[in-house]
């Protein structure tokens, strides 16, 4: 090859290697400039809100003050003159309890604590007299008469809870069926626990009577625990004096007295007649199964409690502990839309003790009322 041939092929290659560099950077640079024109959009933060969303109101927890005055009743609630009717269920049929076969499996403390879960208050003894025949220190001397109108017939399925004073805690259910034609009732209250395949009944409560112009009037009430003997108490109302069969104390038999059993249905029934009424105190002589004294109610408000029926509105009546008398508390929370019926039921003792009674189910019962 001669010297200017391979002069020219050197020429040559320098030129292409130059025009491939050169269309290298052009491709570089197109390249970086696509890039650059499509960056992607960094993730988005969240921002910290700076208006806070409105709490939703804030409804009164009913609980009274430490003194009600009685001068000064509670205004009235309106939203449960208000509150719509909730149909109740159709009556069932009878469904018969396991039977109770004496057998209770258990250590015997778990009994005494499961009787313990009462449906009703217990009014607390008094020390007895000095002498057996020595009437109370102080009778009751009167209460005043209340319109009423009874409410309807029903079965009630009850769910029961209990607190003691040391914390623990003990489930149960129950049963309580009401039942008047008009002119006379009967009401029954059941508490149990239900274990395996039986049912232990603990605690049984039967009251009967008539209906009167001044509502419920008991003749006789019985309460039966289990393991001890049936005890009774008596309306003579041809001798005007409520007696003991587990006491030898008599009280006089003033107008609207109620007993253990009765106590919610009388109230539901002033409700239902006038509802005005409920704005002040009720005085009502309860009896025990062997003593009495007058329950002082007082309206706290309207609420709303949780139950397996839904969320029902409610008007809660107080009966507040009364010294020299009894020491516990008692809340009744009463219905306006399902015929004034007592739904829950709390009992409070001295010792900080809870026992709730929460009804489950309401069965209207086939019973024709004049």
Not at 223 to 244: D, L, P, S, V, Y
Not at 315 to 336: C, E, N, Q, T
Request: aromatic share 6%; proline share 10%; with cysteine.
């Amino acid at each position: 090859m001669t010297k200017s041939a391979s002069l020219f092929f050197r020429s040559r290659r320098t030129l292409v290697l130059c025009a491939a560099t050169v269309a290298l950077h052009f491709v570089t640079i197109d390249w970086l400039g696509s890039r650059l024109g499509a960056q992607p959009a960094a993730p988005l933060k969240p921002s910290v809100a700076t208006v806070r969303l409105p709490l939703p109101e804030q409804k009164a927890s009913g609980t009274p003050p430490p003194d009600l005055a009685p001068s000064q009743p509670p205004a009235m609630p309106q939203h449960a003159r208000k509150a719509k009717p909730v149909p109740l269920p159709q009556p069932d049929a009878a469904v018969a309890l396991p039977p109770d076969n004496g057998a209770l499996s258990g250590p015997q403390a778990v009994v005494e604590q499961a009787v313990a879960a009462l449906p009703m208050p217990q009014i607390e003894p008094e020390p007895a007299p000095p002498a057996p025949q020595a009437a109370p220190a102080q009778e009751p001397t009167g209460t005043r008469r209340y319109q009423v109108n009874i409410p309807p017939s029903a079965t009630f399925d009850l769910e029961l809870t209990r607190t003691d004073a040391k914390g623990a805690n003990w489930n149960a259910s129950g049963k309580m069926v009401w039942q008047t034609d008009g002119s006379k009732y009967k009401v029954t209250v059941e508490a149990g626990l239900s274990m395996l395949v039986a049912r232990v009944n603990l605690l049984e409560l039967n009251s009967e009577g008539d209906i009167d112009d001044a509502g419920i009037a008991p003749r006789e009430f019985t309460e039966k625990r289990r393991g001890r003997a049936m005890t009774a108490t008596h309306f003579q109302r041809n001798e005007g004096r409520i007696t003991f069969s587990a006491s030898e104390r008599s009280y006089p038999l003033l107008t609207g007295a109620q007993d253990r059993a009765t106590i919610p249905f009388q109230l539901a029934a002033i409700g239902r007649a006038n509802v005005n009424q409920m704005g002040g105190d009720i005085d009502i002589l309860v009896s025990d199964n062997r003593e009495a004294a007058i329950y002082r109610f007082q309206l706290v408000g309207e609420e709303e409690i949780d139950t397996k029926m839904g969320r029902l509105i409610t008007w809660h009546v107080s009966r507040p502990p009364k010294p020299g008398s009894y020491s516990a508390r008692l809340d009744i929370w009463l219905a306006p839309s399902l015929q004034w019926f007592p739904v829950q039921i709390r009992n409070t003792e001295a010792n900080g003790a809870l026992t709730t009674q929460t009804v489950s189910k309401i069965s209207l019962n086939n019973v024709k009322e004049q």
